[in-house]
């Protein structure tokens, strides 16, 4: 390559997106992308990784248990209570939600929100690094399958995007989950994505194009001597870059956080509505390690819930009808144990909650198998035992709204069992 010539990854970095590491041999990328307005097999997923280890426990309230508030004497929210704005936010008989969570009453009561509780990774481990690290790979206790779940179910899913957009993790790194040998773009922001604007770098980014394609360096304009491939890739990115984050105006009057997953949660919804073939989108929440000062009503927990319950609720309303074909999900590594410590927080414990909202979503009840919070029911050394694998929520998503049946090779060596039913078959 001659020196006026940037790498692929150099022209990548230029345009804002970082390539996926290559876990398998014999990779090629493709740099097309589907026509705008081409319907998506699947839905588009969301998946919202909740990273320190969300406390579950203060999140969906087990009003119904007495061991919670025997063991929580400081931290554990009253029962809820009719015009009381600091109690529980009831959903059934047993559970409800932090005060800060009421915002998703909404979506749950439309039927569009569902709660898996005493759920997680049966892997025993407490290490953030490890447990991580395991739901990413979707292979709990298994280090040797370098691939991300969600780069395997684009391995096999049983149709063909090849849009650079297909799949885009947003934050400062591509997520774990998105590793492997199909191409997911890294953002940082929407508002990054530029063309060099002076004639030295885009002659430059011209003949990156070309070498990239084996074709001679353009000598008039550069759609006239690129491969139709080349120049659909240049056009996305022009197209992208043509989005403005800042001036963009959500519908249904939707008022996102404003912090970091609140404009990530937002430039999502702009990249769906943009139609550049967007499957898969991955943004994570920072700071749910809460072992000191935790928090009641007012902390460092509390906080992080009302930012994501404004956030999930304010998606729901920007993107109104086209929820159908939408589903999110939130996951974190482990809960927190069930007693408060002496710093006014929750150690690192086991069985946790996730939260899945779409129009393909049964929501409205909160599903699982309680194992109770009993001494004899916890797990190890004081935790929520649990009872539904986080394998079995992905695994209805991925065959039921993503339209994917290959679960064993999604999650190899795990038995899907399908019971859960969650979902409804995407038609």
């Known amino acids: 390559m001659t020196e006026n010539l940037l790498t692929r990854r ?5 345009a804002g997106i ?8 014999g990779w090629t990328p493709r740099l097309a992308f589907a026509p705008p307005g081409t319907p998506p097999s699947g839905d588009l997923l969301v998946c919202v990784f909740l990273r320190g280890g969300m406390d579950g426990l203060n999140a969906v309230i087990p009003h119904f248990e007495s061991a919670y508030y025997e063991a929580r004497s400081t931290l554990a929210i009253a029962e809820p209570a009719s015009g009381d704005d600091t109690a529980a936010v009831e959903l059934d008989d047993r559970f409800s939600l932090h005060p800060n969570l009421r915002p998703l009453l909404g979506p749950f009561q439309a039927g569009e929100l569902a709660i898996v509780h005493a759920c997680g990774s049966p892997d025993p481990t407490h290490s953030h690094f490890d447990a991580m690290d395991f739901m990413e790979r979707g292979t709990p206790g298994e280090k040797q399958i370098s691939t991300g779940w969600i780069a395997r179910h684009l391995l096999t899913a049983p149709w063909e995007n090849d ?34 604007g002076d004639p030295q770098g885009v002659a430059t980014l011209q003949n990156t ?7 001679p360096a353009p000598e008039e304009s550069l759609l006239a001597a690129l491969s ?19 001036s963009y105006r959500p519908e249904g009057g939707a008022a996102y956080p404003d912090d970091d997953y609140g404009r990530g949660l937002s430039q999502i919804a702009l990249l769906a509505k943009a139609e550049l073939g967007l499957e898969i989108a991955c943004l994570d929440v920072g700071g749910w390690d809460t072992h000191v ?8 927990m509390p906080q992080l819930m009302a930012s ?17 074909d939408i589903t999110v999900v939130t996951m974190s590594e482990f809960g927190r144990r069930v007693a408060e410590n002496g710093g006014g927080g929750t150690d690192h414990g086991h069985g946790g909650v996730m939260f899945v909202m779409g129009g393909g979503i049964l929501g409205g009840k909160v599903y699982g198998d309680w194992p109770g919070l009993a001494p004899e029911s916890l797990y190890g050394p004081g935790d929520l035992a649990i009872t539904t ?20 090779e999604i999650f190899p060596g795990y038995r899907f069992a399908g019971f859960l039913s969650l979902a409804t078959e995407r038609s």
């Not at 139709?228 to 800042?246: E, M, R």
């Not at 319950?309 to 086209?322: C, E, P």
């Open 10 to 14: 150099e022209f990548l970095r230029l």
């Open 18 to 25: 970082s390539a996926a590491p290559l876990a398998l041999p």
């Open 163 to 196: 849009s650079p957009f297909r799949a885009v993790g947003i934050g400062v790194g591509l997520q774990a989950s998105l590793r492997g040998p199909v191409p997911a773009a890294a953002l940082r922001s929407v508002a990054d994505f530029h063309l060099p």
């Open 209 to 215: 194009l070309s070498s990239l394609y084996q074709l």
């Open 228 to 246: 139709s491939q080349a120049g659909t890739t240049l056009g996305a990115i022009q197209l992208l870059a043509g989005l403005d984050p800042d």
């Open 293 to 300: 000062q935790q928090g009641a009503q007012d902390g460092q």
């Open 308 to 324: 994501l319950a404004q956030g999930l609720a304010a998606f729901h309303q920007d993107m109104g009808l086209r929820m159908k």
């Open 389 to 408: 694998d986080f394998r079995e929520v992905l695994g209805e998503i991925v065959q039921k709204r993503l339209g994917n049946s290959r679960i064993d």
